[in-house]
């Protein structure tokens, strides 16, 4: 996993903390962080199909909803703010029935309040699987 240094000390923490999650489940494994732009990949096997045998379009979000949720805490100070799901959509462009998925997000906002963040997913042959925005709202941790 290539780490940005600015961002170490954050993620560092975040992983020393984290407890296991729907990422374990799925098999999400991260690729680069940093403020501007994180990488993780998903496999598309038994975990991740829907009915048809093809990835879930769920299984996509989740995937998005991760790269997008670790990006806005790399940009707030961790220690006092949280940086929150507010809001996601996807567009699933192209069905995927083995392999790897590849999720970017990069920054279309980050503000004091709020983050806007896109997120494309592709296969293993760089072809476009799913966009993705999603908004976080920056909040107080208590």
């Known amino acids: 996993m290539q780490v940005d240094e600015n961002v170490r000390e954050a993620v560092d923490k975040l992983f020393e903390s984290a ?14 962080l940093s403020r501007d732009e994180v990488v993780a990949t998903m496999p598309v096997d038994g975990r991740t199909h829907q009915p048809f045998g093809i990835l879930h379009g769920g299984a996509s979000v989740v995937l998005a909803e991760t790269v997008c949720s670790v990006a806005g805490y790399l940009n707030v100070d961790y220690k006092t703010q949280a940086a929150v799901g507010l809001e996601i959509n996807a567009n699933h462009v192209r069905p995927v029935r083995s392999g790897i998925v590849r999720a970017t997000a ?24 799913c966009v993705s925005r999603c908004t976080l709202a920056v909040i107080k941790k208590k």
């Not at 407890?19 to 680069?32: A, C, K, R, W, Y």
């Not at 990069?106 to 699987?129: F, N, Y």
Request: glycine content about 8%.
């Open 19 to 32: 407890v296991p999650n729907i990422s374990d489940v799925l098999g999400i494994t991260f690729e680069l």
């Open 106 to 129: 990069r920054p279309l906002h980050k503000g004091a309040s709020t983050q806007l963040w896109d997120i494309r997913i592709t296969d293993e042959r760089g072809r476009l699987v």
